[in-house]
């Protein structure tokens, strides 16, 4: 198991060992045998760590996912999207005036064998483990990411964080809303009615984790992770690899039996009512450039990728696959997904946080239709609001007045702002990832913003020092995405829920009480037009503040080699991969064409 003290001589074959892995890059290939399923996904980013409590971004989520089990999840192959039980036995109970949710765990669920449990045997997963699992959550000393989903949203939670702040409460004091009515029965009794709760209960956020583990190993549970899912963590050589198990002691899931309109054709039901995982391991690979992960991925070496946009247009022609790719036996799908890339301002920021007609005047200096040219490959939509198309509240027709690029008009506003183009204006820093395309975009916003007269810094960091710095409120301008938790405009809107500011999820720290009231009014109402024309009020006192500048709604490419069976793009499910197929018949195969 992974540990984060090493000694130099440890760090020194580290650091030997990737610059080994680099190398094979242009002149290694995999070693499978015809007996070998495991999964080779790379993840384009380094991660923190696999806590559930702190996976807020798609890379942590797309490991953590694999390792443990929250109560639901989402249908693999139904659309629209349809929420079921994992954990959970069945879903839940509501009474009639929306507040208590009662729910059936599994019995017989295992947490995995770690040497944390007596003998190394691990033990039956009890509803205890998710109210032990959900006060983690709500521990101040965790400062988890993922607390925005229960505040002020289950009673006595948010006293028993305070009182736990004030050393007045243990995680043995009981909370009136979360009660357990015996080893496998659960009861949530909320603040008002919360229609978005059994969505929050399908994020890792909620996964369940065993207090062994957590005492065992203490602050280094985020590299000792041991959960209930599907595969068990084995090792992670950080910024290279992370290795998973396939659990033999797993509460076990059949490939589903119903799909949407078409999966059959496909024969993505071939595998109807088999046990799942089908593959014994899946390797994560850390790659934080594109072309290394891309030629990795020509090599078949990695079983899945994006399409750089460097290498879009000799894959992509006229919408289809290109025929050379074809050939390879390499597939294709692409979707419409649920996010929005955005660059946002920390509004406490004493510069920008005070100064509304700045940050509309950097809107409308940046192009950001060209950018969606130059860096997507024109691969989606022009964002004019935090709420994403296929989202309640979305609306196509909607024009924000502020992303329009016109150059004339942001040195007019910049003007208005007290700086005539650009005088007197410091020079403000825009933070970004590491990565040559984050980099780039970061040098393309640079040079919109001198256009008009404003200077930028760069700073580049790692993505888990990106995200220290949003969580600490030291950053002053970052481009960032949010792909949504659910589907619902509520989980983008909570991005700038005041009380959500950093270290929640409100990185830019908006804080605006017209709009926070709203929040709070559509948090208690059905999904309906009354809750839509809350959402779009919402939206425009965004525009007015404009907190952020909105960049784009992306088109998801993704490829697979033709060895990889039941593989279908979900936009908010991140624990797909127990689904998918390794038919290393067909890999032998196709890898002979590579």
């Known amino acids: 198991m992974f540990k984060t003290t090493k000694s130099i001589v440890q760090l020194v074959i580290l650091t030997a060992t990737c610059l080994v892995i680099s190398a094979c890059t242009n002149s290694c290939s995999q070693k499978t045998s015809s007996t070998d399923t495991t999964l080779h996904f790379p993840l384009a980013s380094t991660i923190k760590g696999m806590d559930p409590i702190q996976s807020n971004s798609t890379y942590s989520s797309r490991v953590v996912s694999q390792i443990f089990t929250p109560l639901f999840e989402y249908h693999y192959l139904k659309r629209p999207y349809e929420l079921v039980p994992q954990a959970a036995e069945s879903m839940p109970e509501a009474s009639a005036d929306g507040l208590v949710h009662t729910i059936k765990i599994r019995k017989g669920m295992k947490f995995h064998n770690n040497d944390c449990f007596e003998n190394g045997e691990g033990r039956e997963v009890k509803a205890s483990d998710f109210i032990y699992s959900w006060k983690r959550l709500a521990d101040p000393d965790n400062r988890a990411n993922g607390f925005w ?37 659960l009861q949530i009794t909320l603040t008002k009615p919360y229609y978005q709760l059994y969505y929050t209960l399908a994020m890792e956020f909620t996964a369940v984790v065993p207090k062994e583990a957590v005492d065992k190993y203490g602050e280094e549970f985020l590299n000792n992770p041991v959960g ?14 992370i290795t998973l198990d396939k659990n033999p002691t797993f509460f076990g899931q059949k490939y589903p039996s119903e799909g949407a309109e078409g999966d059959k054709e496909a024969g993505l039901l071939d595998d109807a009512g088999q046990d799942i995982p089908f593959n014994d391991k899946i390797i994560f690979y850390e790659v934080v450039e594109s072309q290394p992960l891309w030629l990795n991925f020509m090599k078949g070496n990695y079983d899945v990728a994006g399409i750089p946009k460097d290498n879009f247009d000799a894959v992509v022609v006229e919408g289809e696959l290109s025929d050379d790719m074809k050939g390879k036996g390499i597939q294709m799908s692409t979707y419409l997904q649920p996010d929005v890339t955005y660059i946002a301002f920390n509004m406490k920021d004493p510069i920008l946080g005070k100064n509304d007609k700045l940050r509309k005047a950097i809107a409308m200096a940046y192009d950001s239709a060209t950018s969606i040219d130059k860096f997507y490959n024109g691969r989606g939509v022009k964002a004019h609001s935090p709420i994403a198309p296929g989202i309640d509240a979305y609306d196509p027709e909607f024009k924000n007045p502020y992303v329009e690029f016109d150059q004339s008009k942001a040195k007019q506003m910049l ?5 005539p183009d650009g005088k007197g204006a410091p020079v403000l820093e825009y933070a970004t990832t590491s990565s040559s395309t984050a980099r780039q975009m970061a040098e393309y916003f640079k040079q919109n913003m001198e ?122 499910k991140a624990n797909s991969l127990k689904y998918f197929k390794v038919d290393t018949g067909k890999r032998s195969e196709l890898k002979a064409k590579l």
């Open 149 to 185: 989903i229960f505040d002020g949203k289950i009673k006595g939670l948010n006293e028993w964080r305070d009182a736990k702040s004030k050393g007045e409460a243990d995680y043995d004091t009981v909370i009136e809303g979360m009660k357990v009515l015996d080893d496998y029965t």
């Open 451 to 572: 256009a008009v007269g404003l200077k930028i810094q760069i700073a580049s960091v790692s993505w888990p020092q990106l995200q220290a710095k949003i969580k600490d409120a030291k950053a002053q301008m970052w481009g960032i995405a949010w792909l949504a938790d659910y589907p619902d405009a509520e989980n983008f809107l909570q991005l700038l829920y005041g009380p959500n500011q950093a270290p929640g999820p409100n990185g830019a720290n908006f804080n605006n009480k017209k709009f926070n009231k709203l929040y709070e009014q559509a948090s208690a109402l059905p999904p309906g037009e009354e809750r839509t024309a809350v959402y779009q009020k919402m939206r425009d006192i965004f525009v007015e503040e404009m907190p952020w500048v909105p960049n784009v709604h992306r088109k998801g490419y993704s490829l697979r080699h033709g060895w990889i069976k039941n593989y279908k793009p979900h936009a908010i």
């Open 415 to 419: 003007k208005d702002a007290g700086f």
């Open 228 to 241: 209930s899912g599907p595969y068990v963590f084995t090792e992670w050589v950080r910024g290279s690899k």
